[in-house]
């Protein structure tokens, strides 16, 4: 099935909705389908290839390309009917930008992602090479405790104060006013998407696997983790922002 209404729509499409990375596979699997919405591979009420079909050509299960389409449904992308012409089609009318928003350009999303990268896989990996304290240890578990348990409009704040933990977990001081101010510019970035619930959980799964890593001194695995979580956040804010 190709996607209706779009020009040589078979070519565009494969192109884009092609296998996402299973580490990040509900983020990626959106942000899939928002680069196919907003490069025109989707005209106004056309409709989605069916889940199964979706599944197979990005990848994922079934049960991901669902999470994904239900996802871009709240947030006003997508609209799923029922019956005989059922289907999920691309809304009418896609949100709009928030007023007043500062406009983000590629360059600006890119740095910022980027000195993410550096900054903060490296600070998983010098944390778990290090021997917390009792107090070290106990902190990061709060911190992490504290953003499962925040609401949607404490998450982000929980989220960065968990991030900086680990920063200071690290040992160096120099360290942790850096991935504060690139906070700050990732904070600006992901307030402009919404939160979504499996992303939400996801990135649970992905703090704990960091902070275990960490308590069992193993760089590689919180490097590595660290590395899954931040890739996660960079399809989102692609997907969404570019």
């Given at each position: 099935?190709?996607?209706?209404?779009?020009?040589?729509?078979?070519?565009?499409?494969?192109?884009?909705?092609?296998?996402?990375?299973?580490?990040?596979?509900?983020?990626?699997?959106?942000?899939?389908?928002?680069?196919?919405?907003?490069?025109?591979?989707?005209?106004?009420?056309?409709?989605?290839?069916?889940?199964?079909?979706?599944?197979?050509?990005?990848?994922?299960?079934?049960?991901?390309?669902?999470?994904?389409?239900?996802?871009?449904?709240?947030?006003?992308?997508?609209?799923?009917?029922?019956?005989?012409?059922?289907?999920?089609?691309?809304?009418?009318?896609?949100?709009?930008?928030?007023?007043?928003?500062?406009?983000?350009?590629?360059?600006?999303?890119?740095?910022?992602?980027?000195?993410?990268?550096?900054?903060e896989v490296g600070a998983a990996r010098?944390?778990?090479?290090?021997?917390?304290?009792?107090?070290?240890?106990?902190?990061?578990?709060?911190?992490?405790?504290?953003?499962?348990?925040?609401?949607?409009?404490?998450?982000?704040?929980?989220?960065?104060?968990?991030?900086?933990?680990?920063?200071?977990?690290?040992?160096?001081?120099?360290?942790?006013?850096?991935?504060?101010?690139?906070?700050?510019?990732?904070?600006?970035?992901?307030?402009?998407?919404?939160?979504?619930?499996?992303?939400?959980?996801?990135?649970?799964?992905?703090?704990?696997?960091?902070?275990?890593?960490?308590?069992?001194?193993?760089?590689?695995?919180?490097?590595?983790?660290?590395?899954?979580?931040?890739?996660?956040?960079?399809?989102?804010?692609?997907?969404?922002?570019?």
């Amino acid at each position: 099935m190709t996607l209706t209404g779009a020009p040589e729509p078979r070519q565009a499409s494969e192109a884009l909705l092609r296998p996402v990375r299973l580490g990040n596979a509900f983020e990626d699997t959106v942000g899939r389908l928002l680069e196919t919405i907003k490069l025109g591979v989707l005209a106004p009420g056309d409709s989605l290839p069916p889940e199964r079909e979706l599944a197979v050509r990005l990848g994922v299960s079934r049960d991901t390309v669902r999470e994904a389409i239900k996802s871009l449904a709240e947030a006003g992308y997508l609209v799923s009917r029922r019956g005989r012409y059922g289907g999920t089609f691309l809304a009418e009318s896609l949100p709009a930008p928030t007023a007043g928003v500062v406009g983000f350009s590629r360059t600006d999303i890119d740095d910022a992602l980027r000195l993410r990268e550096i900054l903060e896989v490296g600070a998983a990996r010098l944390a778990a090479t290090r021997t917390l304290t009792a107090a070290e240890r106990e902190g990061l578990w709060s911190r992490m405790a504290d953003v499962r348990c925040a609401c949607a409009d404490d998450y982000r704040r929980f989220d960065s104060r968990l991030h900086l933990a680990i920063a200071e977990a690290a040992g160096s001081p120099s360290l942790v006013p850096l991935v504060a101010e690139n906070r700050m510019r990732l904070n600006a970035l992901l307030d402009q998407i919404p939160l979504l619930r499996r992303n939400i959980a996801h990135s649970d799964e992905q703090h704990e696997a960091i902070i275990i890593a960490i308590l069992a001194g193993d760089p590689d695995a919180a490097g590595s983790a660290m590395q899954a979580h931040v890739a996660g956040s960079a399809a989102l804010l692609h997907g969404f922002l570019d």
